[in-house]
């Protein structure tokens, strides 16, 4: 098992933050078959083998993934991919 959190600062109003949010859910459904869903401020991930949630909070949104044993050789460049995105889309959208 492997963990991955990331934690992106950002300026963006609750509404521009949930969309970046979902360029962030649509990128990992597509490359990883994650089925995503909205709780609140919530955007749970989930499909076999990976489980995890993306937090919008005032000015960061905290990204917290579990990768089961058959993904977490490739955590590092998961993380890095999805560290790169959010860097991405929480900026563009302000």
């Known amino acids: ?29 597509q490359e990883y078959d994650l089925a995503c869903t909205w709780d609140g401020d919530v955007l749970r991930f989930e499909r076999s083998g990976v ?11 905290q990204l917290n993934l579990k990768l089961g044993f058959m993904l977490s050789a490739f955590a590092p460049m998961i993380e890095g991919k999805i560290a790169d995105k959010m860097r991405k889309v929480f900026a563009e959208s302000a």
């Open 1 to 29: 098992m492997a963990d991955i959190n990331i934690v992106q600062q950002h300026k963006l109003t609750a509404e521009k933050a949930r969309a970046a949010a979902q360029q962030v859910a649509d990128k990992l459904a």
């Open 51 to 61: 489980d995890g949630a993306l937090i919008l909070e005032k000015d960061q949104a």
